[in-house]
């Protein structure tokens, strides 16, 4: 017989626990775009997206600038 894995939920944090894990990610990441090494506007990015069943892990962020993550998001359309 067949079984279907169950499927796991997705973690999703509470607004002021999202802030401390992004903070926590940007210390993590020396406070530097992970792409291009810009120390300014930078952002917490998704790598699989919340539309996507990606969750709020700190395996699944990453600090990139406003410029790498527009080009992030631009290459998914």
């Known amino acids: 017989m067949n ?3 169950v499927k796991s939920s997705r973690l999703r944090l509470a ?3 999202y802030e401390d894990l992004r903070q926590q990610v940007l210390r993590r990441d020396g406070w530097r775009c ?3 090494g810009a120390m300014s506007n930078l952002e917490v990015h998704h790598r699989e997206f919340r539309s996507q069943s990606g969750d ?3 395996q699944n962020l990453i600090t ?3 410029a790498c993550h527009s080009i992030v998001h ?3 359309d």
Do not use: M, Y
């Open 64 to 66: 990139l600038c406003t």
């Open 3 to 5: 079984r279907i894995p």
């Open 56 to 58: 709020d892990s700190e």
């Open 74 to 76: 631009k290459g998914t």
């Open 34 to 36: 992970q792409s291009c």
């Open 15 to 17: 607004p002021k626990l």
